[in-house]
């Protein structure tokens, strides 16, 4: 009786494996692999909805070539270009036009225009669908392009194959550079979106030669709106203040010599005085270490009071750099890029639930504080060399 | 059923049948007694019968054997020549029970020697090469142990060689089988029960096991089952296996077989039981685990590092075995996520142009592959090379040239078909060949989620599967945290002071760590 | 020194320690830091974790307690002893519809997150069906089998979580567990509220009792089995906290599994982790489901002795598939988790405290 019914069971099994199974079977050639994607603000349509214009990387397998097989001469992607007013929607339309089925596990990178960015809540709208879509992954980077998003996927990747592993590798290696912010992916952007504070984005764009890298795209929180940039120096104080900088180069003079410090580490502290929220002090102390990486003049290194004061000048330094940020975050940008607000819930969360709705806005608690920096730097290592020149006559 | 019905009930005829109902006793008078054998046999041209006298008196008696199974020079030295000539010298009793008697207590000087009482006793021994020794007026005869007869050498066992352990192997002869046994085991509690297998063929079958180790619930589980057994021959010890084993259903084997003696008084030791048969060089060993099919004696042979590395490499093996075409086959055709993207470009790229979908690409390779091994299985050895290379090389680079199939999924078959050679056990790494072909379809159906739900189902199987009551997945499961220092790990010799625990031995010391006990 | 038997049908208090857990893990891992951070700030939700995982533990010893006084007693007859047999054969009665809730919630959970993380096309109904019919598989088989198969898989879940957490921690962020403790008492006990439901399962051992050799060792190696999803979810949450942040996770669906798509395996051999894990974790799922179907069959064989288990498994099966099949989205099915989780563990508390009072009130003498 049991082992007819198991026979049975395994009967029907079969038959269901072997009749209903297969829905989702793609075979993988038949993917389009998108590894980058573009999108762009178009001219509105008659309607006056706002057109988003989206383009696609598609990767060609066939032309990147084998490792025994070099690829041909053709460029190994495919950049595809559709328009509509939902992603969802333009990734249907794209399926008319190409014989490939899009597929965006593998993708790497969302470059968004300014143009797009400046559009209050559709940048946020817009994002909805890669954080919500289940092939979409985490860690894709987002990044601000000044100008048209797509050109950027059209530059030539030399000497990588693919323009946006181009792009992929530069972001990965920013933590070598102060002047670049970490590359945010989406599940941080998940995060910032969640959030009513304002946030920063890394800005790229096209130069005569290839992509510039650079500076940053500064957030409204509460609308999601890019409402500004900043330079390169300004995003390097905004790192030295953020403690987010894991190494990077400050440039400083003593007695009109350049040198060059090495930024191994630094550690920040903040703390806040709370007692009056309409007029709070707050002091940033930046602890920083490195090592000597270049120097212009002969002065020898042995000498102790040599040393504290270049270090004295890196101090200085530093906090001129953070001094130049606050300012614009504060009278400029009216915005908290800084993430004060982050100390203020951890150590202070009472004063914080009191404030927070006006932390940046109306009575903005951020602008009318008074920020203090203190930098502490320390040279550990000079090179292998105390001098490299002889002696001058100063 | 219905045939064995039909084969009894001719038997019953048979004897009923009164012309062919030779008298079962023996009688008195010899030449009666001839004919009957004569008759009963049809006179083959092989079988032997000598009459002539007793020495120095009138009393008529006789040999028989069948030529070629008996050594001819004993039975002229020991038997004909004694009878004949040493009987002169001595002074012999009139009375023919007393003549016999004299005969078998003085005369004849073989080793083994009984009496037989009847056809039965007699016919049996006669067969296994025994010689007959009748005496007129007597209605006993003598059957001397003269077996001989060629045999193949010992040689090392082709199914499972070894870098390192003894070259004997088990030959087809139980006697010299029994023999390497007695040598490896000096125990004297080493238990050889006989058994008689086949209704016509009455194949000796031996049970060896050491009593005071092996817990008593196998031996009197395996005497069960084997007192059930009824068929006319049995070959082969896999008949034995298929007759008694747990589920006909599984595609486990749940007895091992080796040809190696080391590996059997190894078994033993543990409070194992081996199977021996007359007529072929396997034994079977009760009860199997999984993970015992995984393992093997060099593994004891080589320094415990080499060891527990050659284990692990095994399960690697097994996994490799299993799951590896399934797996190229749900990450290509459902999950190409999972695949890190140069490898997936690049594999796109290979089967760019490729006619079939992946899992008919595999299901074609597998079974490629399992030609290739069945064709070089049975042809020569050096033909077997060539089906190799042409395999191969033919197969494998024609075919990616011709489009038919993508590189890769050539180096995953190949992969394969290596992990699967690289188990131990052939009759296990067979049964992993059939779970990959359903692993492959649970793929080809629902990716990785088909897998999951596959080994799930092995798994179920698994653990309700035993092996004469022991369960096949132990010690994984049940645990007994204590055996696995004799399981993926295979810990240094010293250490394994214990006999398995899974196994419930009456003695589960086998050494002791501080050296000899008191 | 003996173990086992000879084709022994008796479970050891080890397998007791292994069932626990291999129940309580389940669908309920993947989702509860959503429901929990949406109560609490930060991560102060680890605080009910703990709290109600001590309660749980001590219901589950509880429960093992009163059932292993009774040794080789099944709880349809202690209870008629306690209780008077009417009574007992209806609370045996609600046992069996409450396991067979579990099974089918796990069932339906299994196929909705099967659809959205593995499959796209595929119907959630072949989905459900297919697990199904293993898990039929299972039940079908011995009983002593499926603490053996518990055995096989809980090992291997553990590991693929504490791996999950290894590859999460270097994008952990400290700052986001603070502030410590601003989470108000009230938030706390809604917490609580939200994990309960995850705990629920330890009423199996109402019936497994009776197969464990030894009784008198089963309630300490229930109570440490339970201990385990207690640290794990502890560890669940606080990671997941760590890595997304208190408002991220409250707005995952599964925050579980987000948190393996997002982990990164060093070394690019798996470009995904987040489809093994899920993968791995069908085990753990098809763990509970099984016990809840064998629980509810066992139920329903102490009530109708004289009809065959087999019986008993082919008329649930159909029910289990269409009332699975019942819910229309993800919230019903959600909600109606929430739900049986409740009543689970309610009716747990509820019959222990009814069997110990009316048992002292009667003067049922428990054996130690």
């Known amino acids: 009786m049991t082992k007819r019914n198991l026979i049975q069971i395994i009967i029907c099994f079969l038959l269901l494996v072997l009749s209903a199974g297969c829905w989702d079977q793609v075979n993988i050639e038949e993917n389009g692999f998108v590894i980058g994607t573009a999108v762009d603000l178009s001219n509105n349509d008659s309607d006056g909805n706002i057109n988003i214009s989206l383009t696609n990387q598609i990767v060609s397998p066939d032309e990147l070539g084998t490792p025994t097989n070099e690829g041909s001469e053709n460029p190994p992607f495919i950049n595809l270009t559709t328009t509509g007013d939902s992603i969802f929607e333009i990734n249907r339309k794209m399926l008319k036009e190409i014989s490939r089925v899009p597929f965006y596990g593998h993708s790497r990178l969302v470059i968004v225009s300014e143009k797009l960015a400046h559009n209050p809540e559709l940048f946020a709208s817009m994002l909805d669908v890669f954080i919500r879509d289940q092939e979409m992954r985490r860690g894709i980077k987002i990044i601000i392009a000044e100008g048209e998003a797509k050109n950027i996927l059209d530059i030539d990747p030399k000497p990588e194959k693919l323009p946006v592993m181009h792009i992929d590798m530069i972001t990965d290696n920013s933590y070598k550079s102060i002047e670049i912010i970490e590359p945010v992916t989406l599940g941080r952007l998940h995060d910032y979106l969640l959030h009513k504070n304002s946030y920063v984005l890394p800005k790229i764009s096209i130069n005569n030669d290839g992509i510039d890298y650079s500076g940053a795209a500064v957030f409204d929180g509460t609308n999601d709106k890019m409402v500004g940039t900043l330079n390169g120096l300004e995003t390097k104080g905004m790192n030295l203040i953020k403690g987010d900088t894991k190494e990077g180069m400050i440039k400083f003079k003593v007695n009109n010599h350049i040198m060059a410090f090495d930024l191994e580490r630094a550690k920040k502290r903040i703390d806040i005085k709370v007692e009056d929220p309409k007029n709070m002090e707050i002091f940033i102390t930046i602890k920083a270490e490195g090592k000597l990486a270049e120097m212009y003049g002969s002065k020898t290194l042995s000498n102790p009071s040599y040393i504290k004061e270049m270090e004295d000048k890196i101090s200085k330094k530093i906090e001129q750099l953070a001094d130049l940020t606050i300012d614009k975050a504060q009278k400029e940008l009216k915005l908290d890029i800084l993430d004060i607000d982050k100390t203020l819930k951890e150590k202070h969360y009472g004063t914080w639930r009191k404030i927070h709705k006006d932390w940046e806005n109306k009575k903005n608690y951020f602008s009318n504080s008074r920020i203090h920096v203190s930098a502490d730097v320390k040279v550990r290592e000079v090179g292998s060399t105390d001098r490299v020149k002889e002696k001058e006559h100063e | ?518 | 020194m003996k173990r086992f038997d000879y084709a022994d049908e008796f479970i050891s208090e080890r397998e007791i320690m292994i069932a626990v857990p291999s129940i309580v893990i389940g669908v309920g891992a993947l989702s509860f830091p959503k429901s929990l951070a949406s109560m609490t700030i930060a991560a102060d939700g680890w605080l009910p974790i703990l709290v109600g995982g001590v309660i749980a533990v001590l219901i589950t010893w509880c429960i093992a307690k009163m059932s292993a006084s009774f040794p080789n007693q099944s709880f349809l007859t202690y209870a008629s002893r306690i209780v008077t047999k009417p009574l007992a054969l209806v609370l045996t009665f609600i046992f069996s519809i409450l396991s067979l809730q579990i099974a089918i919630y796990q069932m339906r959970q299994i196929a909705d997150i099967s659809k959205q993380y593995i499959f796209d096309q595929t119907p959630v109904e072949v989905i459900a069906l297919v697990f199904l019919l293993v898990v039929i598989y299972a039940v079908a088989g011995s009983r002593v089998g499926l603490f053996r198969l518990n055995a096989l898989f809980l090992p291997i879940i553990l590991f693929i979580l504490l791996l999950l957490i290894v590859f999460s921690l270097n994008k952990f962020e400290k700052e986001h567990l603070f502030p410590i403790f601003e989470t108000s008492f009230m938030e706390y006990v809604k917490g609580m509220d939200s994990v309960i439901s995850s705990y629920t399962g330890f009423g199996i051992l109402w019936f497994y009792i009776v197969l464990v050799k030894q009784p008198k060792k089963a309630p300490k190696s229930a109570a440490i089995g339970m201990c385990v999803p207690v640290i794990l979810y502890i560890l669940i949450f606080i990671v997941c906290i760590g890595v997304f942040g208190n408002e991220v996770t409250r707005n995952l669906i599964f925050p579980t599994v987000e948190l393996a798509k997002n982990a990164e395996i060093p070394g690019e051999f798996f470009e995904r982790f987040d489809s093994v894990f899920f993968t791995i974790w069908i085990m753990a799922i098809f763990n509970t489901a099984t016990l809840a179907l064998d629980v509810s069959v066992f139920a329903l064989t102490s009530i109708f002795k004289k009809t065959p288990k087999h019986k008993i498994l082919f008329i649930l099966s159909p029910i289990v598939y269409i009332v699975a099949m019942f819910p229309e989205n993800f919230l019903e099915v959600s909600t109606y988790g929430t739900y049986i989780g409740y009543t689970v563990f309610l009716y747990s508390i509820f019959v222990v405290i009814l069997l110990y009072t009316v048992g002292k009130l009667r003067g049922v003498r428990f054996s130690d």
């Open chain 2, 1 to 518: 059923m219905s045939r064995r019905r039909m084969k009894t009930q001719r038997r019953k005829r048979k004897t009923n049948n009164p012309e062919e109902n030779f008298s079962k006793i023996l009688h008195k008078d010899l030449e009666k007694n001839i004919i009957n054998l004569k008759n009963m046999l049809d006179e083959p041209n092989d079988l032997v019968i000598r009459k002539f006298m007793v020495g120095g008196t009138d009393y008529k008696c006789a040999i028989a054997y069948i030529d070629g199974l008996v050594n001819e020079d004993l039975v002229y030295n020991n038997i004909m020549k004694n009878v004949q000539l040493f009987a002169n010298q001595k002074q012999l009793p009139n009375v023919k029970t007393e003549l016999f008697d004299v005969i078998y207590k003085r005369i004849i000087s073989t080793v083994d020697m009984d009496i037989g009482y009847n056809f039965d006793d007699l016919s049996l021994a006669l067969l296994s090469g025994d010689t007959i020794f009748y005496l007129d007026g007597i209605e006993q005869v003598l059957i001397t142990d003269t077996k001989q007869w060629e045999a193949r050498g010992i040689e090392e066992p082709i199914s499972e060689t070894l870098i390192r352990g003894p070259r004997d192997g088990f030959v087809e002869n139980i006697q010299t089988n029994l023999v390497h046994l007695r040598r490896h085991i000096r125990d004297p509690n080493l238990r050889l029960k006989k058994h008689y297998i086949g209704r016509r063929s009455k194949k000796t079958l031996v049970v060896a096991y050491i009593d005071g180790v092996i817990n008593p619930k196998i031996v009197k589980e395996i005497n069960r089952r084997l007192k059930s057994i009824d068929m006319d021959d049995a070959p082969e010890s896999g008949y034995i296996e298929q007759w008694i084993e747990d589920s006909f259903l599984s595609p486990f084997p749940q007895c091992l077989n080796t040809e190696r003696p080391d590996k059997v008084s190894a078994s033993l030791m543990d409070g194992k039981l081996a199977i021996f048969l007359d007529g072929t060089p396997f034994v079977l060993i009760f009860p199997a685990t999984l993970a015992s099919g995984l393992q093997s004696p060099e593994d004891y042979y080589e320094r415990w590092a080499v060891g527990t590395l050659l284990r692990g490499l095994r399960y690697l093996a097994a996994f490799i075995s299993i799951f590896f075409p399934a797996l190229y086959v749900a990450l290509v055709s459902y999950h190409p996520g999972m695949i890190p993207p140069k490898l997936a470009f690049s594999i796109a790229a290979t089967r760019e142009g490729v006619p079939f979908p992946p899992f008919l690409e595999a299901l074609l390779m597998v079974i490629t592959m399992e030609l290739l091994r069945e064709a070089g299985a049975r042809l020569p050895t050096t033909i077997g090379q060539t089906i190799g290379i042409v395999g191969g090389l033919v197969i494998g680079e024609s075919a990616v040239q011709a489009g038919i199939v993508s590189p890769i999924m050539v180096i995953v078959i190949a992969l394969n078909a290596i992990a699967s050679f690289s188990i131990p056990t052939y009759t296990l790494s067979i049964s992993f060949r059939i779970l990959l072909f359903g692993f492959l379809f649970a793929a080809a159906a629902f990716g990785l989620f088909g897998i999951i739900l596959s080994y799930i189902m092995v798994n179920i199987h698994i653990v309700n599967l035993k092996s004469v009551g022991i369960p096949y997945s132990t010690p994984f499961s049940p645990t007994f945290l204590k055996d696995w220092n004799d399981l993926i790990l295979r810990s240094p010799i010293p250490t394994l002071s214990k006999r398995p625990q899974y196994l419930e031995t009456e003695d589960d010391e086998s050494g002791d760590l501080k050296g000899e006990k008191q």
